[in-house]
């Protein structure tokens, strides 16, 4: 069965602290999504990791993906309270395929 | 403006009547898909379409319908609703399949 997991599934962080949020797949995949999702609204995408190795930077946030490893993860350096939303990372694998989602709550 | 867009944006309905959700994209997208939300389900995929000519089953379609006439259009049908239905739908398109998805605003749909 083909799943995406992701750690955690709630976060909450104090401004200006570093963390990471892990996307584990369990099949073959070359490409990757990260979306973001602010509460009430839609997603949009963030990252697109096109293959092993690949890394993204925009602002504070990080992507990184490894394709051997079937991980993907985005980082957070000095988070801020904008940030607060929830992400899904999405491997493309036979079909398009979303994690459960990290929520994100970022504390002044 | 690129853009998908649903209609409507939320909807009350009952047990049994029919309705439609539209999908529209102005970006020449071949691939498009419907999408339902749920908590602690993440996004799971009901139908979708590669281009004009081919539709398929995602992973949760029973109970919807779709059809893909234009390539610009792609309306989620509910023949006959039920409470389980209630969720927040997703329509998204992309360039062709595989790449980046560009998501609608969502519908909110509730069945009583």
């Known amino acids: 069965e083909l799943k995406v997991e992701q750690n955690p599934l709630f976060l909450s962080m104090q401004e200006g602290k570093n963390y990471t949020i892990y996307c584990n797949y369990s099949t073959t995949s070359d490409r990757l999504y990260w979306y973001r999702q602010d509460p009430g609204k839609s997603l949009e995408s963030l990252f697109v990791?096109?293959?092993?190795?690949a890394v993204k930077q925009e602002g504070r946030l990080m992507a990184s993906l490894d394709t051997k490893a079937r991980l993907s993860t985005l980082h957070i350096t000095a988070a801020v309270h904008d940030l607060s939303a929830t992400y899904f990372c999405?491997?493309?694998?036979?079909?398009?395929?979303f994690g459960t989602g990290t929520r994100l709550k970022v504390l002044a | 403006e690129a853009q998908v867009t649903q209609n409507p944006r939320y909807l009350i309905t009952v047990t049994g009547k029919k309705l439609t959700v539209t999908c529209s994209q102005n970006?020449?997208?071949?691939?498009m898909s419907w999408y339902r939300q749920d908590p602690g389900l993440g996004l799971r995929q009901i139908y979708y379409s590669m281009n004009v000519e081919v539709t398929d089953k995602g992973d949760v379609p029973e109970g919807y319908k779709v059809s893909r006439k234009e390539k610009r259009n792609f309306p989620l049908i509910l023949e006959s609703p039920s409470p389980n239905q209630t969720s927040l739908y997703f329509c998204a398109s992309s360039l062709d399949y595989g790449y980046e998805q560009y998501f609608g605003p969502g519908t909110r749909l509730t069945v009583t």
């Open positions: 999405a491997p493309l694998t036979y079909k398009y395929i």
């Open positions: 990791l096109l293959s092993n190795g």
């Open positions: 970006m020449n997208h071949e691939y």
